[in-house]
T-cell receptor
Framework: TQLLEQSPQFLSIQEGENLTVYCNSS?????LQWYRQEPGEGPVLLVT?????EVKKLKRLTFQFGDARKDSSLHITAAQPGDTGLYLC????????????FGPGTRLSVLP | EAQVTQNPRYLITVTGKKLTVTCSQN?????MSWYRQDPGLGLRQIYY???????DKGDVPEGYKVSRKEKRNFPLILESPSPNQTSLYFC???????????????FGSGTQLSVL
């Protein structure tokens, strides 16, 4: 069974601070995705990383896929209250990239 | 507007009373899936469907049924709900390009189910 762990589980920071959240597994994934979920809504895709070592940037968010494709990190620079939410990582179960296993999430709160 | 629509948004029921949660997508997606979300456990897949009349079990299928008679609809059926099925349920869909490595899942807004 492929499992994903995320850390920390909860994170509360002040506006303007930087932070990194982690997604780890003992399994290799063909691709890995990051989603953000806000209260009362479904998750929304932020990014997909496919190649080991890949780094993608989305404004103040930087995503990295580990060289061995077993782990990933999300770094947020100068966090803003609008970044508040539940961040979920999801690994593709097979080579076809449609069926995903999700981590438990990191709940981020950015205080003004 | 491209969307995945789930109904109802909230549902309170009693043990043993059959219920159906509907899911519909307007994007002509091949792939659809149901997840349940519980605190500390994240999203766990219940069932998924690669196409019409093609369904398969996910990680936690016990106590659930699904059907895919039309491409746009993928209802989740609880024949005899129990309290341990109290959860937040999400339906999701994607294009279903079999060889793509970057499929994007579109999620509905969720159904909060309470079984008393």
């Amino acid at each position: 069974t492929q499992l994903l762990e995320q850390s920390p589980q909860f994170l509360s920071i002040q506006e303007g601070e930087n932070l990194t959240v982690y997604c780890n597994s003992s399994s290799v994934f063909s691709s890995l995705q990051w989603y953000r979920q806000e209260p009362g809504e479904g998750p929304v895709l932020l990014v997909t990383v496919v190649t080991g070592g890949e780094v993608k940037k989305l404004k103040r968010l930087t995503f990295q896929f580990g060289d061995a494709r077993k782990d990933s990190s999300l770094h947020i620079t100068a966090a803003q209250p609008g970044d508040t939410g539940l961040y979920l990582c999801a690994g593709a179960r097979d080579n076809y990239g449609q069926n995903f296993v999700f981590g438990p999430g990191t709940r981020l709160s950015v205080l003004p | 507007e491209a969307q995945v629509t789930q109904n109802p948004r909230y549902l309170i029921t009693v043990t043993g009373k059959k219920l159906t949660v509907t899911c519909s997508q307007n994007m002509n997606h091949e792939y659809m899936s149901w997840y349940r979300q519980d605190p500390g456990l994240g999203l766990r897949q219940i069932y998924y469907s690669m196409n019409v009349e093609v369904t398969d079990k996910g990680d936690v299928p016990e106590g659930y049924k699904v059907s895919r008679k039309e491409k746009r609809n993928f209802p989740l059926i609880l024949e005899s709900p129990s309290p341990n099925q109290t959860s937040l349920y999400f339906c999701a869909s994607s294009l279903g390009n079999y060889y793509a490595t970057n499929e994007k899942l579109f999620f509905g807004s969720g159904t909060q189910l309470s079984v008393l």
